[in-house]
T-cell receptor, first 113, second 110 residues
Framework: DADVTQTPRNRITKTGKRIMLECSQT?????MYWYRQDPGLGLRLIYY???????NKGEISDGYSVSRQAQAKFSLSLESAIPNQTALYFC????????????FGPGTRLTVT | RKEVEQDPGPFNVPEGATVAFNCTYS??????FFWYRQDCRKEPKLLMS???SGNEDGRFTAQLNRASQYISLLIRDSKLSDSATYLC???????????FGKGTKLSVIP
């Protein structure tokens, strides 16, 4: 089984809808991250969390919110989706004891129409 | 200057060729450096960390030049399975956030 899982894997939604992307991990890592990837722009950090009580904004947090429900779960919400949030979204985890290597989930392809 | 810049590519090389990727970074206080590999529509995966002394893993060699703020990745004897996008990644000073380059796409041709 994959160590980092994301649901759903693909989602098409309409402008203005609320949507939640979920991430779970079995690696036992404290640190979790959400990124989006757009063609030609690379990966950009949306939010990150170093433990259950810690939430930090990344480079592009506007229009997004997160919830760290447990050490193993980190959810990303789009409160009111807009078309320019169409992208590939990745969750990642890391262990501070292993020189910052991050382990990524398989990604969620989100399309906002 | 962008934080992490890479050759835009794409690189199309025949099997068996040697190919080099270059990367520059703007934050002189960056502490850790990596090359990640990303297959089409898949998640990025760590290929190798990059150390000041340089490091090698089989056909892959990574080099770091802190003075020039330059990182390189050399792939020898390219295989079809090396076809992917290669991402240069750095951390900030005292930061556990990773900054990713846009990636360079490699296609190894039979």
């Amino acid at each position: 089984d994959a160590d980092v899982t994301q649901t759903p894997r693909n989602r098409i939604t309409k402008t203005g809808k609320r949507i939640m992307l979920e991430c779970s991990q079995t690696k036992g890592h404290d640190r979790m991250y959400w990124y989006r990837q757009d063609p030609g722009l690379g990966l950009r950090l949306i939010y990150y969390s170093f433990d259950v009580k810690d939430i930090n904004k990344g480079e592009i947090s506007d229009g997004y919110s997160v919830s760290r429900q447990a050490q193993a779960k980190f959810s990303l919400s789009l409160e009111s989706a807009i078309p320019n949030q169409t992208a590939l979204y990745f969750c990642a985890t890391s262990d501070p004891g292993t020189s910052h290597e991050q382990y990524f989930g398989p990604g969620t392809r989100l399309t906002v129409t | 200057r962008k934080e992490v810049e890479q050759d835009p590519g794409p690189f199309n090389v025949p099997e068996g060729a040697t190919v080099a990727f270059n990367c520059t970074y703007s934050n002189s206080a960056s502490q850790s450096f990596f090359w990640y590999r990303q297959d089409c529509r898949k998640e990025p995966k760590l290929l190798m960390s990059v150390y000041s002394s340089g490091n090698e893993d089989g056909r892959f060699t990574a080099q770091l030049n802190r003075a020039s703020q330059y990182i390189s990745l050399l792939i020898r004897d390219s295989k079809l399975s090396d076809s992917a996008t290669y991402l240069c990644v750095v951390t900030g000073a005292g930061s556990y956030q990773l900054t990713f380059g846009k990636g360079t796409k490699l296609s190894v041709i039979p």
